[in-house]
């Protein structure tokens, strides 16, 4: 694994951390709240996204309107057994859901939660950089490398390392403030 794929590993890893810091709710109503509910559609589970335009007029309130009328109870649902932990409200034409003020105990647990997807973003970078510095190891055995290029590589993957750890850590504090923040 050379230093450029690393790299590149490590920002996907940064993005796929964003993304599941998306999905947490964080009191003011977000499309990406119901980016992991898969709708089972015809026997194969179906993004919602796919299914239904989805809206959110106000900072509590998100509209989804399917573009079948008959995939509406297929979508509610979903929603009722997905973990977003919102009840939807099924008018026959559109699904409404109510995003209720969150309690300072579930505020909390988010908190939790986002640290949890933090330390998952972090692990993923270590596990990159491991894989890294072994190829570099194999390289410098290999003869392929001398011992200086070796440790120059290492020192730049730790820099990257730490660059992309660090900016875990960002992402972490800004949710976390946007969870606390009443």
């Known amino acids: 694994m050379k230093l450029a794929e690393a790299e590149s590993t490590m920002q996907k890893t940064v993005e ?17 709240l119901l980016d992991k509910v898969m709708v089972d559609y015809y026997g194969s589970p179906t993004s ?14 998100i509209l989804i309107q399917p573009y079948e009328r008959s995939t509406l ?22 699904i409404r859901l109510n995003i209720p003020p969150l309690t300072s105990d579930r505020r909390k647990e988010l ?14 970078i270590r596990n990159i950089r491991r894989d890294a510095l072994d190829t570099i190891r194999k390289m410098e055995k290999a ?38 923040t009443v």
């Open 16 to 32: 796929a951390t964003q993304r599941n810091f998306n999905t947490i709710r964080t009191g003011r109503a977000n499309a990406s």
């Open 48 to 61: 919602l996204k796919s299914l239904a335009n989805i809206n959110t007029p106000d900072s509590s309130t």
């Open 73 to 94: 109870n297929l979508i509610e649902k979903a929603i009722s057994l997905s973990d977003v932990g919102l009840t939807p409200s099924n008018d026959g034409t559109l």
């Open 111 to 124: 908190v939790k939660i986002a640290a949890k997807y933090a330390e998952e973003g972090r692990v993923g």
């Open 143 to 180: 003869a392929d490398i001398s011992e200086d290029e070796a440790r120059d590589q290492q020192d730049k993957l730790q820099k990257l390392t730490d660059k992309y750890t660090a900016r875990i850590n960002e992402l972490l504090a800004e949710k976390e403030k946007d969870i606390t």
